[in-house]
């Protein structure tokens, strides 16, 4: 079973940039499909981002060209690379780990990490 520990949130300006970390325990990392899902008060969890073990990934249209996803199986790690951020991706941000052939109630979940954007 990995374990995930997620960190780099915090406050920044708009058009600022962040980088969140997502580091796995465990042997088998390089198998899982790992992703971001954030969840803003009052709202519901919202895709972010998706990486496959092959490297392929998959954006919400409203994150496209501003965020990258890309992961160090060396590390064990998984990253969020954050550009010219908006007020409205203030949210907790939670890392997920899953074997690719499971659907995502069996994932495994971070325990998040609050990105506030304002100036």
């Known amino acids: 079973q990995v374990q995930l520990v997620e960190s780099g949130g915090g406050l920044v300006q708009p058009g600022g940039s962040l980088r969140l970390s997502c580091a796995a325990s465990g042997s088998i990392f390089n198998i899982y499909t790992m992703g971001w899902y954030r969840q803003a008060p009052g709202k519901q969890r919202e895709l972010v981002a998706i990486?496959?073990?092959?490297?392929?990934?998959n954006y919400a249209d409203s994150v496209k060209g501003r965020f990258t996803i890309s992961r160090d199986n060396a590390k064990n790690t998984v990253y969020l690379q954050m550009n010219s951020l908006k007020p409205e991706d203030t949210a907790v941000y939670y890392c997920?780990?899953?074997?690719?052939?499971?659907?995502?109630?069996?994932?495994?979940w971070g325990q998040g990490t609050q990105v506030t954007v304002s100036s």
């Open positions: 997920y780990a899953k074997r690719p052939t499971v659907p995502l109630d069996f994932a495994t």
């Open positions: 990486i496959t073990s092959s490297g392929s990934t």
